[in-house]
């Protein structure tokens, strides 16, 4: 067992070290929207492609954060019928419910691999291609989907063992 603990302990480091990362985008982010809203109130000038920069920002730190949102139960879950379960069918559920998370970020991340390796295009103002944040899709699918499969064991030990 002690393997699977080492693996679960890197692949929870690339999951902070990626969020880290996009900690870092928040601030150009915010410095950039700020300072936008400040120059269209004043001197009634927007910064050209602020709108357009700021999306490829926002998915940055979306999507490197993702993984670590999981790791740390960040994301909305709903839970008021499997509440009501023993530990061993709230296991069961989780276990499904993992499975088909991971068959969807499986697909997520193919898609987003294939579509950077064929894309050519480009953004309309400031002419940023398009290919490292197609890559970046493909990279958030697969470290989410390591962080679903450490949680798929976690329920499957639970569900074997009948333990919490």
Known sequence: MGRLEGIARVIKRISFFLCCIGMVFV???????TVDV???????KPIPGTFELSEYLLAIVI????AYTQQVKGHVGVDFVTKRFGPRLQALCEVLSHIGCMFILALLA?????RAMEETTVSDMLRIPQTPFRLLVALAGLT???EFLLELFQSLKTLIGGRQ
């Open 27 to 33: 601030i150009p982010l915010m410095l950039l929207t």
């Open 38 to 44: 400040i120059s269209r109130a004043v001197w009634s």
């Open 63 to 66: 999507l490197l954060g993702a």
């Open 110 to 114: 193919w898609q987003g691999y294939e």
């Open 144 to 146: 989410l989907f390591a």
